[in-house]
């Protein structure tokens, strides 16, 4: 019986068959293969990853291989490594070049949310892809700080635009970096929800493959606003184990749930304590667990548990994030890895787009 000839046909179909486990759906209907070549039983093919922060990336590497010399017939299978990150919205007029809009939320302050924002950010921009990070908490903007900016963007007179301070590959932008230190914000609502529009408006961001959004705590008008602007990619919400950070926590889920902008899922901010001499764990804030209970419950995402660490403290303080000062930290390990699930949950939206359509 004669083995029928290795073709492109037979190659998509046997490819066919690997599911991307978190799109759901197989890497051929994904769009995530191109450039299939033959030359006798030589097989050589593109696999195009949904974000260059793919946790599964090497997963679906190895499927993908497998699946291709399962075929009769084919002697070596070499595969391109690529990524194209997804638009999960329509053109944005405010955000044109913008692909993906994440914001960093919190129910209540002193959970860790800045710093949180601040490390994803750099985390992301680690593989390669371009990230801008946006503070838009008005009231107690600390981006400066943990990025140690001091100088004012500077102001394109021409276009009418200012340019983003760039710190560690990622753009950023505060109204701490353009109002003075030592004075308070004291603004009623209408003139929060205008300086947001001004911060996503009248700043060049440029082609961006993620726009993370620093939000202030609680349900107030700078989350409400942004909601309304701009089509958000999802929200990301950020709590500590202690039952009030979680109860407030569940609400601004909810509020975000109700302005229908879907949850890319839970952290809990500092989980436990690790002893540096002893290596043991001490609960500090309720329950280790807490977090991924409650996004159980509430059917959303778990993202991961970033222990209190005081390193991350005093990178903070320095103005440079822990990814960057002490990268392989247990807490610059696991901002990483929380980095990638967003990364996937972001994919997942733009995929459930192109479904909604097709």
Same mark, same amino acid.
């Given at each position: 019986?004669?083995?029928?000839?290795?073709?492109?046909?037979?190659?998509?179909?046997?490819?066919?068959?690997?599911?991307?486990?978190? &799109?759901? $759906?197989?890497? #051929?209907?994904?769009?995530? +293969?191109?450039?299939?070549?033959?030359?006798?039983?030589?097989?050589?093919?593109?696999?195009?990853?949904?974000?260059?922060?793919?946790?599964?990336?090497?997963?679906? $590497?190895?499927?993908?291989?497998?699946?291709?010399?399962? &075929?009769?017939?084919?002697?070596?299978?070499?595969?391109?490594?690529?990524?194209? #990150?997804?638009?999960?919205?329509?053109?944005?007029?405010?955000?044109?070049?913008?692909?993906?809009?994440?914001?960093?939320? =919190?129910?209540?302050?002193?959970?860790?949310?800045?710093?949180?924002?601040?490390?994803?950010?750099?985390?992301?921009?680690?593989?390669?892809?371009?990230?801008?990070?946006?503070?838009?908490?008005?009231?107690?903007?600390?981006?400066?700080?943990?990025?140690?900016?001091?100088?004012?963007?500077?102001?394109?007179?021409?276009?009418?635009?200012?340019?983003?301070?760039? $710190?560690?590959?990622?753009?950023? !932008?505060?109204?701490?970096?353009?109002?003075?230190?030592?004075?308070?914000?004291?603004? $009623?609502?209408?003139? #929060?929800?205008?300086?947001?529009? @001004?911060?996503?408006?009248?700043?060049?961001?440029?082609?961006?493959?993620? &726009?993370?959004?620093?939000?202030?705590?609680?349900?107030?008008?700078?989350?409400?606003?942004?909601?309304?602007?701009?089509?958000?990619?999802? #929200?990301?919400?950020?709590?500590?184990?202690?039952?009030?950070?979680?109860?407030?926590?569940?609400? =601004? &889920?909810?509020?975000?749930?109700? !302005?229908?902008?879907?949850?890319?899922?839970? +952290?809990?901010? !500092?989980?436990?304590?690790?002893?540096?001499?002893?290596?043991?764990?001490? @609960?500090?804030?309720?329950?280790?667990?807490?977090?991924?209970?409650?996004?159980?419950?509430?059917?959303?995402?778990?993202?991961?548990? +970033?222990?209190?660490?005081?390193?991350?403290?005093?990178?903070?303080?320095?103005?440079?994030?822990?990814?960057?000062?002490?990268?392989?930290?247990?807490?610059?390990?696991?901002?990483?890895? +929380?980095?990638?699930?967003?990364?996937?949950?972001?994919?997942?939206?733009?995929?459930?787009?192109?479904?909604?359509?097709?």
């Amino acid at each position: 019986m004669s083995i029928p000839p290795i073709t492109e046909d037979r190659v998509r179909a046997a490819l066919d068959t690997v599911m991307d486990p978190e &799109l759901g $759906r197989s890497l #051929v209907a994904a769009g995530m +293969i191109h450039h299939i070549r033959v030359d006798g039983g030589h097989v050589h093919f593109t696999l195009e990853l949904t974000t260059p922060a793919c946790p599964l990336r090497n997963a679906l $590497r190895a499927a993908a291989e497998e699946a291709v010399r399962a &075929l009769p017939g084919v002697e070596s299978v070499t595969i391109e490594m690529a990524a194209r #990150v997804r638009r999960t919205h329509a053109t944005d007029a405010l955000l044109p070049g913008v692909r993906n809009i994440i914001a960093v939320a =919190s129910g209540k302050g002193g959970v860790g949310k800045s710093t949180v924002a601040a490390n994803l950010a750099v985390a992301l921009a680690q593989h390669g892809v371009q990230v801008g990070l946006l503070d838009l908490d008005i009231y107690g903007p600390s981006i400066p700080l943990l990025f140690n900016v001091t100088e004012q963007p500077e102001y394109d007179a021409d276009r009418q635009k200012l340019h983003p301070v760039t $710190r560690h590959s990622v753009q950023l !932008m505060s109204l701490g970096m353009l109002l003075d230190d030592n004075k308070p914000v004291i603004w $009623r609502g209408p003139m #929060v929800a205008g300086a947001v529009q @001004q911060l996503l408006r009248d700043v060049d961001w440029g082609e961006l493959d993620y &726009l993370v959004v620093d939000l202030p705590p609680g349900t107030g008008d700078a989350p409400l606003s942004l909601a309304q602007l701009v089509p958000l990619t999802g #929200v990301v919400i950020v709590t500590t184990a202690q039952d009030a950070a979680l109860t407030i926590a569940t609400k =601004s &889920l909810h509020m975000f749930q109700t !302005m229908q902008v879907p949850i890319l899922g839970i +952290i809990e901010n !500092m989980s436990t304590f690790v002893c540096p001499n002893c290596r043991q764990e001490t @609960q500090v804030f309720g329950h280790p667990g807490a977090a991924e209970h409650a996004a159980h419950q509430l059917d959303v995402p778990f993202l991961g548990r +970033i222990p209190l660490d005081a390193d991350v403290v005093v990178a903070g303080d320095q103005g440079t994030p822990t990814v960057v000062s002490t990268p392989s930290s247990p807490s610059a390990e696991a901002f990483k890895s +929380i980095a990638q699930q967003i990364a996937a949950q972001a994919s997942i939206q733009a995929v459930r787009q192109e479904k909604e359509c097709q």
